[in-house]
C-alpha cells in the first residue's frame, strides 16, 4: 500500500538551512500532491504548502513565503522540503502526507521529521 | 491557535464511551467542508480513523464513528480500551487558506 519514509533528525544553527526528504512507495508518485506539515513542540499542525509531483507546481502558506521550497525528483519518487535562514521558531516535527483526492484527506502520512534549531 | 478548537484532554475508564468535539467555522466546517479524524501515538505517522465526516477506513474498528453539525464536528470512542489512548486531531479545509487543510490542536485522550 501507499507509504511515505521521511528523512532523519537533524540538528541546525540559526540561520541554517535544511532538506528533509519524503520518498513515495506502492502508489503513482506523480498522481498525488504532497503536502508538508509542521508541528512544533506543544503546538497543532500547521500547513506548510504542497508540491504536484507531476509538474512541480508549488504553493506555499504566506507565513513561510521566500524561505521554503518544494522540489521532487519523479525518478527517484521523492519530495523535498528545503527551508532557510532557520530560527528557533522552526523547531518542530515536519511532516510530508500524499493528498488523497478521492477521500478528500491527507492519506498516508510519513513518520515525522524533528528539525531542531539551536545554538 | 489553531484554526480548529479541539478540547487539550478527555478521560475514561475502560468501556466507556468518550467524544472529542472539533469547533470550527463559516469559512470551513460550517461552510461544509468535510471533517477527518486521526489517531497519533508519540512519534508515529498519525492514521486515519475517520474520513468525510463518519467514514471508517478499512480496518478501523465500528468502536470509532463521526458526526457533524452545523460549525462542529465529533469523534466518538466507545467501550473505551486501554490501547485507544493517544492523540487525536481533526482536520478540514478552509476557503480562507486557499482551501488547503487547517487542524485543531489535537485532544489527548487518557484511559483511567
Known amino acids: 500500500q501507499a507509504q511515505l519514509v521521511q528523512s532523519g533528525a537533524e540538528v541546525k544553527k540559526p540561520g541554517a538551512s535544511v532538506k528533509v526528504s519524503c520518498k513515495a512507495s506502492?502508489?503513482?508518485?506523480?498522481?498525488?500532491?504532497i503536502h508538508w506539515m509542521r508541528q512544533a513542540p506543544g503546538q497543532g499542525l500547521e500547513w506548510m504548502g504542497w508540491?504536484?509531483?507531476?509538474?512541480?507546481?508549488?504553493k506555499f502558506s504566506q507565513n513561510l513565503q521566500g524561505r521554503v521550497t518544494f522540489t521532487r525528483d519523479t525518478s527517484a519518487t521523492t519530495a523535498y522540503m528545503e527551508l532557510t535562514r532557520l530560527m528557533s521558531d522552526d523547531t518542530a516535527v515536519y511532516y510530508c502526507a500524499r493528498y488523497d483526492y478521492v477521500w478528500g484527506c491527507y492519506r498516508p502520512w510519513g513518520q515525522g521529521t524533528l528539525i531542531t534549531v539551536s545554538s | 491557535q489553531s484554526v480548529l478548537t479541539q478540547p487539550p484532554s478527555v478521560s475514561g475508564a475502560p468501556g466507556q464511551r468518550v467524544t472529542i468535539s472539533c469547533t470550527g467555522s463559516?469559512?470551513?466546517?460550517?461552510?461544509?467542508?468535510?471533517v477527518h479524524w486521526y489517531q497519533q501515538f508519540p512519534g508515529t505517522a498519525p492514521k486515519l480513523l475517520i474520513y468525510?465526516?463518519?467514514n471508517r477506513p478499512s480496518g478501523v474498528p465500528d468502536r470509532f464513528s463521526g458526526s457533524k453539525s452545523g460549525n462542529s464536528a465529533s469523534l466518538a470512542i466507545t467501550g473505551l480500551q486501554a490501547e485507544d489512548e493517544a492523540d487525536y486531531f481533526c482536520?478540514?479545509?478552509?476557503?480562507?487558506?486557499?482551501?488547503?487543510?487547517?487542524f485543531g490542536g489535537g485532544t489527548k485522550l487518557t484511559v483511567l
Open positions: 468525510g465526516n463518519n
Open positions: 506502492g502508489y503513482s508518485f506523480t498522481s498525488y500532491a
Open positions: 508540491i504536484n509531483p507531476a509538474n512541480g507546481n508549488t
Open positions: 482536520l478540514s479545509f478552509d476557503s480562507n487558506m486557499s482551501g488547503w487543510g487547517v
Open positions: 463559516n469559512s470551513n466546517i460550517g461552510a461544509g467542508s468535510d
